[in-house]
């Protein structure tokens, strides 16, 4: 999602990925919500089950175990008149709402054979029918959608279960004492510099990791002959990346005019 923005994969080979991504996640729901503590071995019984849209399998998996289902998301995923579906491009009113069936529907035809996979084979329920849809969104579950009502308040047209909550804060530790060790390290030097990237996708991580350490040696270095290597092959990787990231440009373009032209067959 953070990669492509959405759901729909930028090329057909990260189809196979994303299949595989989300069929672990789908069968990871009931031993967690039944087996032991895979560290302690303590044994464990759910009681009520709190998860994302996301995790596909929740609803269903709360139908085997007979045990309530409350849904929490930072980003709307109920079907509304007012905005549309954080996922979709839609920018016509009239759409809004219609844009959550679509992104339901283009999820739903990718994941309904695992879904029932996971009905027969693990939860020993009848598959549901072609038409069900993904179950990611009903007026009978509760909904908590964790952001400010004075940044987006809630649309007139969700149903006394669905409610925006406001966020969530972590109560900050005040009788902290940090290791001996720490507070010789903060205090042996310059301040540490914190860099975070936030939501990266994994295939860039190691190397942006090692672009800023590199950044960073750069910064503190006084060789000037390997600085001046170093920029020297920072702009031969930098050219070759551009080049790079015009052909897969190209092809991504392809793929999602396709995509288009299949959300107009729809």
């Known amino acids: 999602m953070v990669k492509n923005k959405g759901f729909l994969p930028a090329t057909p080979s990260e189809i196979p990925i994303q299949r595989k991504q989300i069929r672990d996640i789908i069968f990871s729901l009931l031993p967690a919500c039944k087996d032991p503590d895979i ?3 303590v044994s464990f019984s759910a009681d009520a089950i ?19 289902i409350h849904i929490i998301f930072t980003m ?38 695992m879904i029932n996979d ?26 908590a959608y964790i952001w400010s009502p004075y940044l987006v308040p809630k649309p007139k047209d969700w149903g006394p279960k669905i409610d925006v909550v406001g966020f969530c804060f972590l109560d900050l530790a005040s009788d902290y004492e940090p290791p001996e060790t ?63 990231w015009s052909v897969h440009s190209l092809f991504s373009i392809m793929w999602n005019k396709w995509k288009i032209e299949l959300v107009g067959l729809l």
């Not at 979709?88 to 999820?107: E, M, T, W």
Request: with cysteine; proline share 7%.
């Open 182 to 244: 720490l507070l010789r390290w903060l205090g042996s030097g310059d301040s540490p510099i914190y860099i975070g990237f936030g939501s990266l996708v994994s295939f860039y991580l190691l190397f942006r990791t090692n672009l800023m350490c590199l950044l960073f040696f750069l910064h503190v270095s006084h060789d000037y002959a390997l600085k001046c290597f170093i920029y020297t092959w920072l702009n031969a990787v930098f050219i070759l990346c551009i080049l790079c």
């Open 39 to 41: 560290d302690t071995g």
């Open 118 to 143: 996971l009905r027969k084979r693990k939860l020993k329920l009848r598959p549901v029918t072609y038409l069900s849809g993904t179950h990611a969104y009903s007026n009978d579950i509760p909904h």
């Open 50 to 68: 709190i998860a994302n849209p996301a995790a596909y399998g929740h609803v269903h998996v709360a139908e085997a175990l007979n045990i309530p």
């Open 76 to 113: 709307p995923w109920t079907p509304t008149c007012e905005f549309p579906h954080p996922f979709s491009h839609v920018k016509q009113p009239a759409g809004y709402r219609l844009s959550y069936q679509i992104v339901d529907s283009f999820v739903w035809l990718g994941i309904r054979d």
